[in-house]
């Protein structure tokens, strides 16, 4: 990441003895991010803070507090049920946060819809990629960018603005082409989506969600069901697009996709926030060991 301070992981709501909870780290998050006052990160793209969603008396996401740093691979970890897709549902629009807020380059997004929050730049893959199976690869790529002048129905059909969405169309296809290219499935670009390995939809779905020009991606298991050799390649556009200066938030249960490719880890554990620090500091955490790793790591 950008910041060089070095980043701790403890344990959240950690006491002092008296039963009462420290008062040096954020409510509900953990402890502080680059060792600056509060946890802040020097340039928070994506910034959560006391996230609450209940579903009758279950409480799913209970004061989740923590930041994406702009230009930053931050991994969202914990054991299933801890959370994390609740919180990324309520950050990206499909869920409506009972509490807390979502800030988003500066802008309070939260309960925004999922259109407006994608439009925003703010764009999510699923843990079961949704690819349109009847339409071909490179049809799927063109549906991503936004502000397509053919989606009305009258210049479509206009003789006056008709010449507009062809010209329009033709640039659309050559940037699909372009980022079939560069996740190297442009060989599959005329074949229907629905006939795509599990690597390959999830490929497919990157490709789609980076053709809307977001500035940060949240990604949803994007290697469940993925071979080594698309992980790989998977990793690697990842990477890519990092250095480009994109965001990513990545829910992975892959332990050694985390901790060797993510600069920062938030650990949620029954709705809360346990610990973020480093991978480093997060796998020698007695804590999170406790409540997930294990004996893995």
């Known amino acids: 990441m950008s910041s060089d301070a070095e980043r701790t992981a403890e344990p959240t709501g950690s006491t002092d003895g008296t039963g009462e909870a420290d008062s040096d780290g954020p409510a509900g ?4 991010v680059d060792g600056d006052a509060g946890g802040r990160t020097t340039d928070p793209v994506l910034r959560v803070e006391g996230l609450e969603k209940r579903f009758g008396g279950i409480v799913a996401v209970d004061g989740a507090t923590f930041e994406v740093e702009r230009g930053s691979i931050t991994g969202l970890i914990g054991p299933n049920g801890a ?4 919180t990324f549902n309520c950050i990206t629009g499909v869920h409506r946060p009972d509490g807390g807020t979502v800030v988003f380059d500066g802008d309070d997004i939260t309960g925004g819809s999922p259109e407006r929050i994608a439009n925003e730049g703010l764009v999510r893959t699923f843990q079961i990629a949704r690819e349109l199976p ?3 690869v490179l049809e799927n790529v063109m549906l991503g960018p936004k502000g397509q002048i053919g989606e009305s129905i009258w210049r479509s059909v206009a003789p006056i603005a008709r010449g507009a969405v062809i010209t329009q169309e033709a640039e659309l296809r ?3 082409w372009e980022t079939l290219e560069f ?3 442009d060989h599959l670009a005329e074949e229907y989506a629905g006939t795509l390995s599990g690597g390959q939809r999830k490929l497919l779905e990157l490709a789609r969600a980076l053709s809307t020009d977001p500035e940060i991606l949240l990604l949803d298991e994007p290697m469940a069901g993925v071979n080594p050799s698309l992980e790989r390649k998977l990793l690697d556009r990842i990477h890519d697009l990092r250095e480009e200066g994109y965001s990513f938030l990545l829910v992975e249960h892959d332990m050694d996709v985390i901790m060797e490719h993510c600069e920062h880890v938030v650990v949620m554990h029954q709705g809360e926030v346990l610990a973020e620090g ?6 020698s955490n007695e804590a999170v060991i406790e409540a997930y790793l294990g004996g893995e790591v």
């Open 29 to 32: 998050g953990g402890d502080p």
């Open 183 to 185: 996740f190297e499935i």
């Open 83 to 86: 959370g994390k897709s609740t």
């Open 278 to 283: 480093t991978p480093e500091a997060i796998q």
């Open 174 to 176: 050559e940037r699909a």
């Open 134 to 136: 009847e339409m071909t």
